[in-house]
């Protein structure tokens, strides 16, 4: 196996790891939780799935972003969230099965919305592309769904072993991250910062705060389940994003360090609405 081969599959291995620590503190109860609750399940699907990408799909048609970037942003404004997030959100004393269940409904959706939204945002722009589901279907049973259920399972049956290799398999999800991620930015990085200028940090600034406040907002009456839609909303799956956009576009090279510069700036533009959603939290 190759280097190039090997990262990948590194990274691959950290979010499988990452989500199965998740399953281990999970319960069935908790993917389901949206499904008893439709008003909420609509507000998110409305957050997630309708008024960022319509917001998203505004800004790209005012502004002049260099090509990588406008297809980057929609393509992550259709996507997911990311199978991590979870962990993110119950730090902010986010509801934990209102995490979970946000997380799996989000990929169960995305296998139909994704292809349409696709299609749609095509014609908008007189594009043509095209997303099957298949192939969103294959990576959220990979990176969401599969790991997730296995380590329900794991909890549901041996909840003892469940609770004893959990911080184990947390910590082997970290290190998997940082040995694949850190190659993978040092490669992209002359292409993140040719990308920089002509609109692109205002842009994906707009598409994280503007996720915050349309998250924050439709996240109902309680402050916790709004920071989880907040966070769901501003940060997506590059993952698919990528699969998006290198589908559609594959001679579009600068989507690669697009979309890791998106993550770069998500997560330290996220950082300030995280602690104060914690400092609020103490306080009550």
């Not at 507000?43 to 997630?48: D, Y």
């Not at 970290?174 to 993978?184: E, K, M, N």
């Not at 402050?223 to 997506?236: G, I, K, S």
């Not at 559609?248 to 602690?275: G, K």
Request: proline share 7%; net charge positive; with cysteine.
């Amino acid at each position: 196996m190759t280097l190039n081969m090997l990262i990948p599959f590194a990274l691959k291995c950290s979010i499988a790891l990452s989500v199965f620590a998740i399953g281990l503190n999970s319960q069935p109860s908790d993917a389901t939780y949206l499904l008893l609750r439709p008003a909420q399940l609509a507000r998110s699907l409305l957050a997630m799935n309708v008024i960022l990408p319509v917001f998203i799909a505004a800004i790209v048609t005012a502004f002049d972003l260099h090509n990588a970037v406008e297809v980057s942003l929609v393509a992550l404004a259709v996507s997911p969230v990311p199978p991590i997030l979870p962990k993110k959100q119950i730090k902010v004393h986010g509801e934990r099965s209102y995490a979970i269940g946000l997380l799996v409904v989000a990929a169960v959706v995305a296998v139909i919305f994704i292809p349409i939204a696709v299609a749609l945002l095509g014609q908008f722009f007189q594009t043509p592309v095209d997303m099957r589901a298949w192939p969103i279907a294959r990576l959220v049973l990979i990176t969401d769904l599969a790991p997730l259920l296995m380590g329900m399972l794991v909890r549901q049956f041996a909840p003892v072993i469940a609770l004893r290799i959990s911080k184990s398999v947390t910590l082997v999800a970290l290190v998997f991250l940082v040995l694949s991620v850190l190659p993978i930015l040092f490669t992209a990085w002359p292409g993140i910062v040719a990308l920089v200028g002509n609109g692109t940090i205002l842009a994906i600034l707009a598409f994280v705060l503007a996720g915050l406040a349309v998250g924050h907002l439709l996240g109902g009456p309680d402050l916790h389940d709004r920071a989880v839609l907040a966070l769901a909303t501003a940060t997506r799956h590059p993952g698919i994003a990528f699969a998006i956009g290198a589908t559609n576009f594959p001679e579009q090279r600068e989507i690669q360090p697009a979309i890791l510069l998106y993550v770069l700036l998500c997560a330290i533009l996220t950082m300030p609405y995280v602690i104060w959603q914690r400092r609020v939290s103490y306080s009550f």
